[in-house]
């Protein structure tokens, strides 16, 4: 499959500002997209078009510059990129509508939609020539909407340069990481729904500030604040946590008093445990 020219350079494309997105479902996933490349460097609002079955869910975006729809089919129809952000129970019903209208030699197609698999779209999207879409499955988290995600893609049908754009996309709102299919389930669990699991110990830890006697948002704050710095020292030296958390494990200190106790509770346990059901269906 050939496609335009302009997807051959991205980032010379990208400087441009003429690509062309279109977000299909503007739910919390889709709105955090739209909210995501509104405030990144590649999509001017002009070039954003959000649908959804619902005028509710559209009209947070209603003076943000982005063009708005109820029809899938004239979201489709225009984008370069057509990202389709819905849930499970809906994907086929909605890309089946989207097929008559899509132009397989010159657009993209982004599915974000967990556990749905390839194999399956690309079924629901043959055309009755035998084309199909170049495909992108794409997970991100909701951290998407500050650009904070860590989004997991999985190229299928793509080229080198089909993929360096689409990466270049998501690079935009966070981290991105091309990974197989297979891996795709275990990525959801440990980025799009570990970000509730690491809320679940911020709210864990805040509520122990308040037992030590600290107000509930100064608590958060406290909270928020360290999460954030050990965040950073990790990624700015790359070191293993383990290697951090030697330097403040003084020897018959409390922070190795406080580790032993959070273990003796099974807590790396229970971390574990929780991502590995998190990828059962």
Known sequence: ?????????PSSFFKQN?????????????GAMVNGFLKGD????????????????????????VSLTTD???????ADIVCVAVKPWVAESVLREIKPVMDYNRQMLVVVV???PSATILEWMKKEDGTVPTLFLVIPNIAIAERSSMTFIVPVGASDEQTKTIKAIFDDTGSSLITEERLLGAGTTLASCGIAYAM?????????????????????HIVLQTVKGAVDLLLANGNHPEAEIDKVTT???????GLNEMEHAGFTSAVIRGLKAGTHT
């Open 251 to 257: 020897p018959g200190g409390l922070t190795i008093r």
């Open 114 to 116: 967990a556990g749905l």
């Open 1 to 9: 499959m050939v496609l335009g020219s302009h997807f051959d350079k």
């Open 72 to 78: 899938n089919g004239v979201a489709a129809a225009e």
């Open 200 to 220: 679940r110990y911020v709210r864990a830890a805040s509520e122990g500030g308040v037992e030590l006697g600290f107000r509930a948002d100064d608590a958060k």
């Open 42 to 65: 590649i999509f001017r609002p002009s070039d954003i078009t959000v649908s959804n079955r619902t005028q509710g869910a559209l009209d947070r975006f209603a003076d943000s510059g």
């Open 18 to 30: 003429y690509m062309k997105i279109s977000v299909i479902g503007a739910g919390a996933m889709g």
